[in-house]
């Protein structure tokens, strides 16, 4: 009899606390969310030997799962072209940012070629990509190609 109590009274005590416990998120790694800065700004200005010293000089690169760089310079001879074309310009969406993880939408025009102003309705990409974080260097990209169309919060094409 007394145990049916000890069960009942432990069973109302707990039925009162939430159902799981909210845990705040790790810190952001020293210095991460200065180097998400200096990402944000070394791709908007398009200043490669600036996004160069950002990286991890080993860091590896994906795209949609597939590894298209083992190194920086790897990684500065393909990237490095295009960050540098004349004519592409380059946006960051807000971004998001876990314990050595950055993670942000890179909005990009694909309109270099024309060899001149992109018009600001025409021609934009967009790429989720996930920065890799440690000892104060990105040491691994994972792009994800998302296309052309921009979806508004409920997933529709944004006008």
């Not at 069973?11 to 799981?20: C, D, F, N, R």
């Not at 909210?22 to 200065?34: A, I």
């Not at 590896?60 to 190194?71: H, I, L, M």
């Not at 691994?140 to 190609?145: A, G, H, K, V």
Request: proline fraction near 6%.
């Amino acid at each position: 009899m007394m145990l049916g109590r000890i069960v009942g009274a432990t069973l109302m005590m707990t039925a009162s606390l939430p159902s799981e416990a909210q845990v705040p998120p790790p810190p952001s790694l020293p210095g991460q969310d200065t180097l998400g800065e200096q990402l944000v700004r070394s791709i908007e200005t398009k200043n490669i030997a600036a996004y160069g010293t950002l990286l991890s000089d080993n860091v590896s690169v994906f795209e949609d799962g597939k590894q298209v760089a083992r190194n920086k310079v790897e990684w500065l001879n393909t990237f490095g072209k295009k960050l540098s074309a004349k004519g592409v310009a380059f946006k960051m969406s807000p971004g998001f940012s876990s314990s050595g993880r950055l993670l942000f939408l890179e909005y990009f025009n694909s309109a270099g070629s024309w060899g001149s102003a992109v018009p600001t309705h025409c021609c934009w990409s967009y790429d989720a990509v996930a920065y890799d974080v440690a000892g104060g260097k990105v040491t691994s990209i994972r792009r994800l190609r998302g296309g052309d169309t921009k979806l508004d919060d409920r997933g529709l094409p944004a006008k």
